[in-house]
């Protein structure tokens, strides 16, 4: 004798092992809907366990007896608990479940104290069975069974899943029953009514032993549809629900129905898919020959037992004061042929027996009183070795009355003890809809409200509750919607800064809306089940998801403008370079955060189609730019605001975070030809910087080599490279955009030191020319008549040069010019001076007609008049 169950168990721990992996981690958010899936593969553990531990008493065995195991491999009858293979695969299976039980425990709040209270008992119950004194002590299995059919009844008072399964296969055999005439067969766990329905569909049958007792096993089927129909060797029920065979009799199509056994409804699921779900798939039925099959177990001295199900069919055919047996047929099963003629006296027999209660004493008589009448002088008797299948069917067929109205025979027969679950299960059901709705548990509220739903289509008594819970759900929905719409409105009127803000709010919305989509399709799907004319179900997310995104996008757009290079207006769209580039950001934004949500497929597209623009359009201005680099004063205004449009928008998209798909990339290699543009301009200016700082001025300090000449400077040739710093000095946003920032004071200061140079030398220069003139004019006594004019003709020569540099650099600026007022009267003076000097001298030449007079005329006209000509 072992005290372990073999393993042929193992099976159904390792189903239960993974099933419960699976749940753990599907709903890991949701701790009931977790424990609910835990208990029950635990459940169905144990009761394996139970099952082949059923040869001992709960107490237990002596763990330490010698003879308790067996070993799987070695036959060896001596080894002890200890350190067995199928103990230690239990202990496992014990701590695999302890273990999921406790990941879940303090996830259950500490208000639910009946809860915890019993799971930690479970726990602790569980932490025993791992330890050698406890295995199978003190009814070990059996309490930890009791404990999780306590909880799984706390938290779940029906199971909806099987009652949905339950209904659902009551609810397809009312489908196979619908406007047909059905047979319909009743009787109690094991009568062989399943049997026969097989052997009217044309089943044939072995004979098999089991356990030493002779069976009937299906062996080869007429029908397809029936080859999952099970049978059982015993007293045990392996009929659930409805099962329906179609039956084609001599062109008379018929359905012929197997029904649960009565007596058979072990809990409340069970019971409400009887009472409800046959009775109402049998009103669906033209026509119903109610056939109850007895048999000869059944019949023996279990009298008791033959009352059960003559009670249970009259709940579902009546009130026991107005039962009609007429439609009412016989089948026995179990018998031999000879058994035909004599069954009636058995039912005699039986009367005579006295009954206790009066009305089960009333409905026993009435029974018995009609099996006589039809039992008389043959019974119908199922020999499906024997007898072709039609002769039961016909000899069924054979009987005139029926069941013409079944909504009217048929009466709907469950427990107020069921009833009072269902409805509490509903409740409970809801309240966790709500709940999780609230808390944004979308798998849970799914979950439910598909339970709800699908309870609604097989029991209209779900059918409130599954319409509030859709209410609720669709209401959360469209709340959820609001608040994507309402960001969607609010985003288009913020900053750069709030706009993202907004934007992730928006996804996270969004995130959340596209999460409710199974359970709009659960509402859709109630709606088009129950009242497809009331829909109330929203558009589908991926719709709603694409025209937020799609408004969102076209408003982010509007400020990018169409770039053609061909009928390019660089300076309209340099207008319009802030909403340029604040399109293009949040238009790559958009794409970032909101590109894979449902419906976004374009916005990604409409990115790079924006920014291939928005680059074509920087780098077209980038090369206007370097073909036209500033020469020359009046081009840099033009190239002052093509250099700060430029930074702007490159820099201005490079600040953004790179987001790995090769824009920055692009980018990058602009600003690395505006950082060359800019640098080409920060040479030109150090030059010019240098080359002013480097021109030399004559001060009159130095030892003059020629002091009867005026020094002459070419201050015109000054004028543009100061234009240019001084023009510099006044774009102060360029001097900014230059590689090494070159300090606008500095120019300034640069432009100022010229300036005084230009000073000085405007004055030392006019100083010089009185200088001379005086020392010309001391001079003219000293010698002849003609190298005075000669060298007043230089002088005068000089001047005019120097007057018409200096009447330039005089409009550089108003200081300069005010600065040099005086010495540019004194020089106009000296000018006029020597000036009217020649005119003097030559007066007094003309004057004088002698030969030393015509010597210097000659002189004078060589000089002149003839200036190719050789002097003398």
Not at 137 to 166: A, C, G, M, W, Y
Request: proline residues 4%; hydrophobic residues 35%; neutral net charge.
């Amino acid at each position: 004798m072992s005290a372990y169950p073999p393993s042929s168990g193992a099976s159904v721990a390792s189903t239960a092992h993974t099933t419960t992996t699976a749940a753990t981690s599907q709903h890991d958010t949701y701790p009931y809907q977790c424990i609910e899936q835990i208990l029950k593969d635990f459940l169905v553990y144990l009761k394996d366990v139970k099952q082949r531990y059923s040869p001992y008493h709960d107490d237990g065995i002596d763990c330490d007896s010698p003879i308790n195991l067996v070993d799987g491999y070695t036959n060896n009858r001596t080894l002890n608990w200890e350190g067995h293979f199928e103990a230690n695969e239990h202990k496992e299976k014990l701590k695999f479940f302890g273990r999921a039980i406790g990941k879940h425990l303090h996830r259950i709040p500490k208000e639910n104290k009946a809860i915890r209270q019993i799971l930690e008992t479970m726990k602790q119950a569980i932490r025993e069975g791992m330890h050698k004194e406890g295995l199978y002590r003190r009814r070990h299995v059996s309490v930890l069974v009791e404990n999780i059919t306590n909880l799984l009844q706390f938290l779940q008072p029906i199971d909806l899943e099987k009652l949905i399964d339950l209904m659902k296969n009551n609810r397809l055999a009312g489908d196979n029953m619908e406007g047909h005439e059905v047979v319909l067969l009743l009787g109690s766990v094991g009568s062989g009514k399943t049997t026969t329905l097989l052997s009217l569909a044309g089943t044939s049958f072995t004979e098999v032993q089991v356990d030493g007792f002779t069976h009937l096993k299906p062996d080869k089927f007429l029908d397809p549809s029936v080859v999952g129909y099970e049978t059982s060797y015993g007293r045990d029920a392996m009929t659930r629900a409805l099962q329906t065979a179609r039956v084609t009799l001599d062109g008379r199509e018929l359905v012929v129905c197997d029904t649960p056994g009565f007596g058979d409804a072990e809990d409340f699921e069970q019971e409400i898919a009887n009472g409800l779900g046959i009775v109402r798939a049998l009103h669906r039925a033209r026509s119903v020959r109610p056939v109850l099959v007895l048999s000869r177990e059944g019949m023996g001295d279990r009298f008791s037992a033959f009352s059960e199900t003559l009670a249970s069919v009259t709940r579902l055919i009546g009130k026991p004061t107005a039962v009609h047996l007429k439609p009412i047929n016989y089948v026995f099963t179990n018998y031999e042929k000879r058994h035909r003629n004599c069954l009636c006296r058995q039912f005699i027999l039986m009367k005579k027996r006295p009954r206790g209660d009066e009305e089960e004493a009333a409905i026993f008589g009435l029974f018995v009183d009609d099996i006589i009448n039809k039992t008389t002088p043959e019974a119908q008797v199922a020999l499906p070795l024997e007898d072709g299948p039609h002769k039961l069917l016909l000899s069924i067929l054979e009987e005139k009355f029926c069941v013409l109205q079944p909504k009217e025979y048929f009466v709907p027969s469950v427990s107020d003890s069921a009833l009072r679950k269902l409805k509490l299960q509903l409740q409970i059901t809801l309240r966790d809809i709500v709940n999780s709705l609230s808390e944004e548990g979308y798998d849970l509220a799914e979950y439910r409200m598909n339970q709800l739903t699908r309870l609604a289509l097989v029991l209209p008594e779900a059918s409130e509750c599954a319409q509030l819970g859709m209410e609720a759900t669709l209401r959360h929905i469209t709340v959820a919607r609001d608040r994507v719409a309402n960001i969607g409105k609010n985003i288009q009127h913020v900053k750069h800064k709030e706009f993202t803000q907004l934007l992730e709010a928006m996804g996270t919305e969004i995130e959340k809306a596209v999460r409710t989509e199974n359970l709009r399709c659960v509402c859709e799907e109630f709606e088009r089940n129950c009242d497809p004319s009331k829909r109330k179900t929203p558009i589908e997310c991926e719709t709603f998801c694409r025209q937020q995104i799609q408004s969102l996008v076209s408003f982010v757009s509007q400020g990018i403008p169409q770039f053609d290079p061909a009928t390019m207006n660089t300076e309209a769209l340099m207008k319009t370079r802030g909403s340029f580039l604040t399109g293009v950001i949040r238009l790559k934004e958009v794409s970032e955060i909101l590109g894979n949500a449902p419906g976004a497929e374009k916005v990604t597209p409409a990115y790079h189609k924006a920014f291939d623009n928005f680059h074509a359009f920087v780098a077209c201005v980038l090369s206007q730019a370097e073909r036209h680099f500033p020469t020359s004063p009046s081009e840099l205004q033009r190239f002052e605001r093509q250099a700060w449009f430029l930074a702007v928008l490159i820099q201005g998209f490079l600040n953004k975070p790179d987001s790995g798909t090769g824009e920055h990339e692009k980018m990058e290699e602009l600003e690395n030809r505006r950082l060359k543009l800019m640098l080409r301009l920060e040479i030109k200016i150090s030059d010019t910087m240098d080359f002013v700082a480097n021109t030399r001025f004559p001060d009159g300090k130095e030892e003059d080599s020629n002091p009867d000449s005026l020094p002459l400077v070419k201050l015109s040739g000054l004028r543009s490279p100061r234009l240019l710093l001084l023009s510099v000095s006044q774009f102060s946003r360029l001097c900014k955009f230059l590689p090494s920032k070159i300090d606008r004071e500095e120019i300034e200061r640069s432009v100022s030191t010229l300036d005084k140079k230009v000073i000085n030398f405007i004055k030392c220069t006019c100083s010089k020319a009185e200088s001379i003139f005086n020392r010309m004019e001391a001079m003219k006594d000293q010698q002849d008549i003609s190298t005075s004019i000669r060298a007043s003709i230089s002088v005068r020569h000089d001047l005019k040069l120097v007057v018409s540099e200096f009447k330039g650099a005089r409009k550089w600026s108003i200081e300069i010019e005010e600065r040099t007022d005086d010495a540019w009267e004194r020089l106009l003076i000296v000018e006029e001076a020597v000036e009217e000097s020649i005119k003097s001298m030559e007066e007094i030449m003309s004057r004088h007609q002698n030969l030393e007079l015509g010597v210097v005329c000659g002189m004078l006209g060589s000089k002149y008049l003839c200036a190719n000509k050789p002097s003398k």
